[in-house]
């Protein structure tokens, strides 16, 4: 019989399917998000109408800052803390006191919390971003840290805070740096959505830069299994790497999609966002040994079942930015 955990940014990308899994496992799952309106709030809600139908799902519609959170985390075995302001580009300017309040002032909340409850587990994604524009591939997680963008210092400074919660109070956490997640439910704004969404369409399709930027994705199932790995995890290690195993090109990502959907795309090149970086690549040696990660799912594969995903949910209303 598996015990009740707590999800934040339940109804999210990510947090969507690390629940479905969760209740799979027997889990009673606590569920908390605020719904912003970052991306539609209604598909948020499509994301989580399975989890809702499970008589062990309960969910908590409100902001992390504003809960009582002692009273949700008591008794649970793991808080799993995914609740975050995504997204590179946006992180600039006025828009930044919401990635310090979703990033920074909530996951001060989090930890406070169980700094109070104690013996809970905490495993808190982190993100890739908290490295910056580097030559030195792959990441590894030893390197020097220096975001170039101010979502990756946000997320920077929430890893800190774990830490700074785990030294002096015994905080007991494992944060995982997902390197660039993809598959069915990916936020609207990321290019993977924008790339299908606007090719299902006929429209074109604006790559950022010359398309010879890499990233290593990560396809969705694999991101949730390190959580359930994270879960179990006895070791020393905090921090690991959650990469994919298939670091390509923008270009590359693109001629795989027009097999997939069987059409070329209309490609336009525009200026590189501020706070993207060239590359990412995931050095997953740590995660391998110390949590048995190994990601399943080829690339191939992976978008061929977010463009399947696409084809049966595509939306005209969603706001399209990028990452
Ligand atoms: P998402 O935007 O789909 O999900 C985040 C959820 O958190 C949203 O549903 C939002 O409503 C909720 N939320 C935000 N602030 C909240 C608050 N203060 N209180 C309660 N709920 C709140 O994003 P995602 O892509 O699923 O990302 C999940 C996590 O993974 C985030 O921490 C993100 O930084 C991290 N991450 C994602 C990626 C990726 O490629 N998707 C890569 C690296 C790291």
Known sequence: MSGRVVVTGAAGFIGSHLCERLLDEGFEVTAIDSF?????????REHIGQALGSSRFTLIEQDLNDCDLISLFEGAECVFHLA???????????????????????????LEALKEVG?????????????????????????????????????????????????????????????????????????????????????????????????DFTFVSDAVEA???ALRYTGSERIFNIGGGSRISILDVIRIMEKGIGTDFDVRFVERAKGDVTDTWAETTRAREELGFEPSVSIETGIGEEITWYREHIESDEGRETE
């Open 227 to 229: 959580n359930m790995l």
């Open 36 to 44: 912003t309106d970052y991306y539609s709030p209604r598909r948020k």
């Open 119 to 215: 013996r809970v587990r905490l495993v808190h994604s982190s993100s890739s971003s908290v490295y910056g524009e580097t030559t030195d591939l792959p990441m590894k997680e030893g390197h020097r840290l220096a975001p170039v963008s101010p979502y990756g210092a946000t997320k920077l400074s929430a890893e800190h805070l774990c830490e700074l919660y785990r030294v002096n109070f015994g905080v007991d956490y494992t944060s995982l740096r997902y390197f660039t997640v993809y598959g069915p439910r990916q936020r609207p704004d990321m290019a993977f959505s924008r790339f299908i969404t606007n090719a299902l369409e006929g429209n074109t399709i604006e790559v950022y830069g010359d398309g010879r930027q890499t990233r």
């Open 84 to 110: 975050a302001q995504a997204g590179v580009r946006k992180s600039w300017g006025s828009e930044f006191s919401r990635y310090t309040k979703a990033n920074i002032l909530a996951t001060q909340s989090v």
